[in-house]
T-cell receptor
Framework: SAVISQKPSRDICQRGTSLTIQCQVD?????MFWYRQQPGQSLTLIATANQGSEATYESGFVIDKFPISRPNLTFSTLTVSNMSPEDSSIYLC????????????FGPGTRLTVL | LAKTTQPISMDSYEGQEVNITCSHN???????ITWYQQFPSQGPRFIIQGYKTKVTNEVASLFIPADRKSSTLSLPRVSLSDTAVYYC????????????FGRGTSLIVHP
């Protein structure tokens, strides 16, 4: 099991600004992911956060819009840049623990509203 | 990348057994099948995982036929608190793992 914290839990931001979301895990992890989930929709994978190197982005997501850092095994940040109302969503951090096999643990999410 | 197909929604009543089937025709030899449950305003939560045949834990059973092109999550005697969205994923962890969630199945349990 793992305890995953995300900060902030929610925020209301103005158009054109940026927000950085932090994800901290209390266990060693092998893989970290960032997802977006809009109301009533499934989860959409944004990227895989790679330790010490550039994240691997999924189709439709780019580094300039969603820069991601992962300086160590247990911490990652996702920045939503130059926000617009379309970025309003819940952003979720997810991990697979070292020694585990595909079981993903999810953070509580960050609810972002862009005005 | 194995895609998954599930029914969009299901309805049931308290005390009944619920079976949710997921199709994954392009599953690879090394892929595992994992099911998650998500309540509103929470992240998904792991329910069960399997590779073949049958797996059972304290909350559910997972049935996987020999060809592994589908899987069925079985929830015995559901209660109102089982109302949630259920997702199946296929894949194997490692450098190439891309855990992609499909649309999921919205299960509503009625009194």
């Amino acid at each position: 099991s793992a305890v995953i914290s995300q900060k902030p839990s929610r925020d209301i931001c103005q158009r054109g600004t940026s927000l950085t979301i932090q994800c901290q895990v209390d266990s060693q992890v092998t893989m970290m992911f960032w997802y977006r989930q809009q109301p009533g929709q499934s989860l959409t994978l944004i990227a895989t956060a790679n330790q010490g190197s550039e994240a691997t982005y999924e189709s439709g997501f780019v580094i300039d819009k969603f820069p991601i850092s992962r300086p160590n095994l247990t911490f990652s940040t996702l920045t939503v840049s130059n926000m617009s109302p379309e970025d309003s969503s819940i952003y979720l951090c997810s991990v697979i623990l070292a020694g585990d096999y595909n079981e993903q643990f999810f953070g509580p999410g960050t609810r972002l509203t862009v005005l | 990348l194995a895609k998954t197909t599930q029914p969009i929604s299901m309805d049931s009543y308290e005390g009944q057994e619920v079976n949710i089937t997921c199709s994954h025709n392009n599953i690879a030899t090394n892929d595992y099948i994992t099911w998650y449950q998500q309540f509103p305003s929470q992240g998904p939560r792991f329910i069960i995982q399997g590779y073949k045949t049958k797996v059972t834990n304290e909350v559910a059973s997972l049935f996987i036929p020999a060809d592994r092109k589908s899987s069925t999550l079985s929830l015995p005697r559901v209660s109102l608190s089982d109302t949630a969205v259920y997702y199946c994923l296929v894949g194997v962890s490692g450098g190439s793992y891309i855990p992609t969630f499909g649309r999921g199945t919205s299960l509503i349990v009625h009194p």
